[in-house]
């Protein structure tokens, strides 16, 4: 018979690369949905800026935590709402994708 001493600490030397991956993709899902709302809340705060009269970009920015600022984009579209670009980071906010995550607000005066 074949001794079995420390097959159990071999299986999990196998599994936990599996669990690390695990662990990063579903930390990347809420990178990417934590954009997403931040990015909507920007896109919110440019508008009510462009609104009064103040920079629409300044105002974005202000919403965005630190480490989302780098590459924000902010223009004002066709139909008179503001959208912002963020890029979506990967794994660390201070590492950014190619990809970046667009928001769309408008608001109108009120008399």
Not at 68 to 77: F, H, I
Request: no cysteine; proline share 5%; glycine share 10%.
């Amino acid at each position: 018979m074949r001794r079995e001493e420390g097959q159990a600490t071999v299986e999990l030397l196998g599994v936990i690369p599996v669990l690390i991956a695990v662990g990063l993709l579903v930390w990347q899902v809420i990178l990417v949905g934590h954009t997403a709302w931040v990015s909507a809340h920007a896109a919110r705060a440019a508008a009510r800026a462009e609104l009064v009269g103040q920079d629409a970009t300044a105002a974005a920015r202000s919403a965005l935590p630190a480490g989302l600022e780098g590459g924000l984009e902010v223009e004002r579209d066709d139909e008179g709402g503001t959208r912002v670009r963020v890029p979506v980071p990967i794994v660390h906010t201070g590492w950014s994708a190619p990809v970046k995550l667009a928001a769309r607000a408008s608001l109108e005066a009120v008399p």
